[in-house]
T-cell receptor, first 111, second 111 residues
Framework: GNSVTQMEGPVTLSEEAFLTINCTYTATGYPSLFWYVQYPGEGLQLLLKATKADDKGSNKGFEATYRKETTSFHLEKGSVQVSDSAVYFCALRGGSYIPTFGRGTSLIVHP | NAGVTQTPKFQVLKTGQSMTLQCAQDMNHEYMSWYRQDPGMGLRLIHY???????DQGEVPNGYNVSRSTTEDFPLRLLSAAPSQTSVYFC??????????FGEGSWLTVV
């Protein structure tokens, strides 16, 4: 079956540092890939997505590239802010249309 | 512009009580699901539905019932609450397009 593995957190960074959160997946076929963000006390919101190999999703300074050869979709941001502190979920959706989520990675950004 | 609406947001139950978490979406989505979120466990799928009248079990269905009599509504019933069901519950909906929309969550405590 499908699975998503993300790096465990928490990831703790200083403001303006570079962020990488690793995500790898196992799936048959060509799934769509997503990053969702959850701010404290809220539900999950779509951050970015990519629907085919080599696509780059981007939003709010975050980027992730769909790498089929390494089955990865790592999230990056060049300069994090305190307001980026949240939990980030990597997810995929394949032919069954039922999404599979990773366990989430908590990001803490200090001033 | 409601999206996915969950009620109640907070609830305290005594062991053995029953209750229903309500979920409604106004986007005419085919697919709906319920997840629970526990520390260190990420999102775990409880039940899902691929259309009105069709439901199926997810990863952790025991102790929960669902029904989908209309496209809009997907209530989650706790039959006899147990402390192990203390969690945050999220309802989600999507269609054959890509984005999954989440409700704001329901915080449930069973004492």
């Amino acid at each position: 079956g499908n699975s998503v593995t993300q790096m465990e957190g928490p990831v703790t960074l200083s403001e303006e540092a570079f962020l990488t959160i690793n995500c790898t997946y196992t799936a048959t076929g060509y799934p769509s890939l997503f990053w969702y963000v959850q701010y404290p006390g809220e539900g999950l919101q779509l951050l970015l997505k990519a629907t085919k190999a080599d696509d780059k999703g981007s939003n709010k300074g975050f980027e992730a590239t769909y790498r089929k050869e390494t089955t990865s979709f790592h999230l990056e941001k060049g300069s994090v802010q305190v307001s980026d502190s949240a939990v980030y979920f990597c997810a995929l959706r394949g032919g069954s249309y039922i999404p599979t989520f990773g366990r989430g990675t908590s990001l803490i950004v200090h001033p | 512009n409601a999206g996915v609406t969950q009620t109640p947001k907070f609830q305290v139950l005594k062991t053995g009580q029953s209750m229903t978490l309500q979920c409604a979406q106004d986007m005419n989505h085919e697919y709906m699901s319920w997840y629970r979120q526990d520390p260190g466990m990420g999102l775990r799928l409880i039940h899902y539905s691929v259309g009105a009248g069709i439901t199926d079990q997810g990863e952790v269905p025991n102790g929960y019932n669902v029904s989908r009599s209309t496209t809009e509504d997907f209530p989650l019933r706790l039959l006899s609450a147990a402390p192990s069901q203390t969690s945050v519950y999220f309802c989600a909906s999507w269609d054959s397009g890509n984005t999954i929309y989440f409700g704001e969550g329901s915080w449930l405590t069973v004492v």
